[in-house]
């Protein structure tokens, strides 16, 4: 029996998504061309975006599409403030610093939301700031960090906002008809429920259009890229052909659930079952859940507590899971999200007593 993927991904996708991998594509190849291009609409409209934004997708995972968003998206003599809660903001701000940027950063515990106000009078206090880059779903824990709130605070100051939404993109709400962003960044194998190998970037049109030349990359240069798309609609260098037919498909399934709003609502489904089987059994979920994004979840782990254990016995079971990512204490994180439901969920409450037993006794 193939396990199912409780995890940040990659994820346990739909036999429809896999299916559309079993084609071979033709790179050149105009229907390939309208592949593409369906795919760069569908990712714009997701988030509501045509009237500003243009969706540029890249080879690799989507920690390749926040160093290309790194080198094209800031100039020299930039400043980039980075708002940390956990180990992806950290990675964010690795990112820039290593390609020779100005980098600044906010800390809150990772327990603890962004506070808005505070970075308000962070940037109120410093004008060189240029840029601000945030995690929307810091995927440490499974914090929700309060987006429209940190965007607003950012515009108002005049500074322009850089958002990972690797681990919300999809299903959480992102309205750029209205959210002042200059880039949302996301991959293909979380939220959307695709295959591995797929970053991309919703970028402001007007604001790339300024980037001309600015990348030290060849590979990872979101504007070079774009004007690839708007020039024949092809890719620059080869591309995952099979994982682009995936991902569109994945994206019609969105569509055909019923959009974000139906994901989100499926995805709580699973997150309440899962927190339900918890509780009955006594696991401590780590953070507030004021704060808590049904995306995944970290619970902290019990006392006398075997994580190879239970991983184990869940794997067994059919579920496989996270360990944990905290800096101080041991956890372990179970995820919500792919092409599974609350009767998916139903079978893990099943397995969690037993392969707890098993972990706190060995």
């Known amino acids: 029996m193939t396990p199912l993927l409780l995890t940040p991904g990659p994820l346990t996708t739909d036999p429809a998504v896999r299916h559309a991998m079993l084609d071979d594509w033709g790179s050149r190849d105009p229907a390939f061309i309208a592949l593409t291009a369906e795919l760069r609409q569908r990712?714009?409209?997701?988030?509501?975006?045509?009237?500003?934004?243009?969706?540029?997708?890249?080879?690799?995972?989507?920690?390749?599409?926040?160093?290309a968003a790194a080198g094209t998206l800031l100039a020299k003599g930039d400043r980039l403030l980075v708002l940390i809660n956990g180990a992806y903001g950290e990675r964010m701000a690795a990112i820039a610093a290593g390609l020779g940027h100005a980098v600044e950063a906010m800390r809150w515990d990772e327990s603890a939301p962004i506070d808005p106000a505070a970075v308000a009078a962070r940037l109120s206090a410093d004008p060189a700031?240029?840029?601000?880059?945030?995690?929307?779903?810091?995927?440490t824990t499974g914090l929700l960090n309060p987006l429209a709130a940190?965007?607003?605070?950012?515009?108002?100051?005049?500074?322009?906002?850089?958002?990972?939404?690797?681990?919300?993109?999809?299903?959480?709400?992102?309205?750029?008809?209205?959210?002042?962003?200059?880039?949302?960044?996301?991959?293909?194998?979380?939220?959307?429920?695709?295959?591995?190998?797929?970053?991309?970037?919703l970028v402001d049109r007007a604001v790339l259009a300024t980037c001309a030349g600015r990348s030290a990359s060849m590979s990872l240069d979101l504007h070079a890229q774009w004007q690839g798309f708007e020039t024949n609609g092809q890719w620059r260098f080869t591309p995952p052909v099979q994982v682009v037919a995936a991902l569109v498909e994945a994206l019609r399934r969105l569509e055909a659930e019923g959009g974000s709003a139906a994901r989100l609502a499926?995805?709580?489904?699973?997150?309440?079952?899962?927190?339900?089987?918890?509780?009955?059994?006594?696991?401590?979920?780590?953070?507030?859940?004021?704060?808590?994004?049904?995306?995944?979840?970290?619970?902290?782990?019990?006392?006398?507590?075997?994580?190879e254990v239970f991983y184990r016995a869940l794997a067994e079971a059919g579920f496989v899971i996270y360990p944990g990512k905290l800096t101080r204490g041991e956890s372990f994180r179970i995820g919500c999200i792919g092409a599974v439901g609350p009767g998916d969920f139903r079978g893990l409450a099943a397995a969690l007593a037993p392969a707890l037993m098993a972990a706190t006794q060995a």
């Open 150 to 201: 940190i965007a607003q605070v950012v515009a108002e100051a005049g500074r322009l906002l850089i958002v990972d939404a690797m681990a919300s993109f999809g299903a959480l709400p992102i309205d750029l008809a209205t959210l002042p962003a200059a880039a949302i960044l996301a991959s293909s194998n979380k939220c959307l429920e695709g295959t591995p190998g797929l970053g991309f970037a």
């Open 43 to 67: 990712l714009v409209d997701v988030a509501n975006g045509g009237a500003s934004h243009v969706a540029v997708p890249i080879q690799g995972s989507g920690t390749y599409v926040l160093e």
């Open 266 to 307: 499926r995805y709580t489904a699973n997150f309440e079952m899962l927190l339900a089987a918890a509780d009955a059994l006594g696991l401590e979920l780590y953070l507030d859940r004021a704060v808590q994004a049904p995306i995944i979840v970290t619970f902290r782990s019990p006392r006398h507590f075997l994580f």
């Open 129 to 139: 700031i240029t840029h601000v880059a945030v995690v929307h779903v810091e995927t």
